[in-house]
């Protein structure tokens, strides 16, 4: 039988062995602080060199009346056995695409050509097959992905995805990966393989998430609470708002965009290094369970990238 992955929008079916639960909460209240995120992350203007920068998005795909597919050069691909796209079971994907694309990172720094979008489908809101994120991660690989933007998993560990995963840092990809929201003391993979960036999520007042999963593999903390997707359009089946570490994760895949064309080549252990050096540190001193080495402290990280 195979094993399956499910990404949701809600925490149900906790019981069920292997299962991911993305616990996205639709917020019922907007944070007033134009500012917010980026203030948190101490967030400022930078010099780049405008080079080409490949971003991989595993997920659920996108939706194809997004405005922002007018506005970038998005590459769509579905590694599904489902031949047919529907797109009202690609909210997440959509979500996280979204915050990538219209974040304050990229259009400060008129970054929309520069970006060449990757959006592999590997499932849909309901459920992903291992089979899906393997064959996802190599096909981002072999397309030369310069960063992997990971916002789902499983807490069993396997060894085809791990090796796949090694294969693509090996290759200078910068994987970037959500920890999970289940409140649990467990490990999610991909996230929590050697090498890569696994992200907790924080509250307006960078404080961990309650439903944030906490162990010794969690790289750093980023904001996730109400996290603006730029979903404005009146009727829209879309939430203007994401929380949780799919948020927190696609607000770090920007800030490495950014470290990279600041420096094209800084590597894998590069990228680790400039954020556990620069990271704010949160919680009990030095790294630890709940915030790793801490919040991601953005001017920091740019000056150590120079």
Known sequence: MKEKFFLMLSLVLISILFIVHYHEDVPTFKIDNVEYPYNNINYTGVKINKSKIKVA???TGIDNSLPLKNEFNIREYNVMNAK?????????????????????MISDNNLQDSIEIISIKVGDDDNIQRESIIKGIKLAIELKADIINISLGTYKDNTELKNTVMDGIAKGVIFVCSSGNDAAKQ????????????VASLDSNNIYL??????????ISVPGENIPTNFDMPNSKYQ???????ASTAILTDTIILLKEINSSLQPGDIIKILSETSTDLGDKGRDNYYGVGLLNFQKAVESAK
């Open 187 to 198: 490990y999610l993979y991909p996230a929590s393989y050697k090498n890569v960036i696994s």
């Open 57 to 59: 998005i595993i997920d």
């Open 210 to 219: 309650k439903n944030n999963n906490r162990n010794n593999k969690i790289l």
């Open 240 to 246: 203007k708002f994401l929380t949780g570490s799919s």
């Open 84 to 104: 047919e796209f529907d797109p009202e079971k690609s909210i997440h994907g959509t979500l996280v695409t979204s915050i990538i694309c219209n974040s304050r």
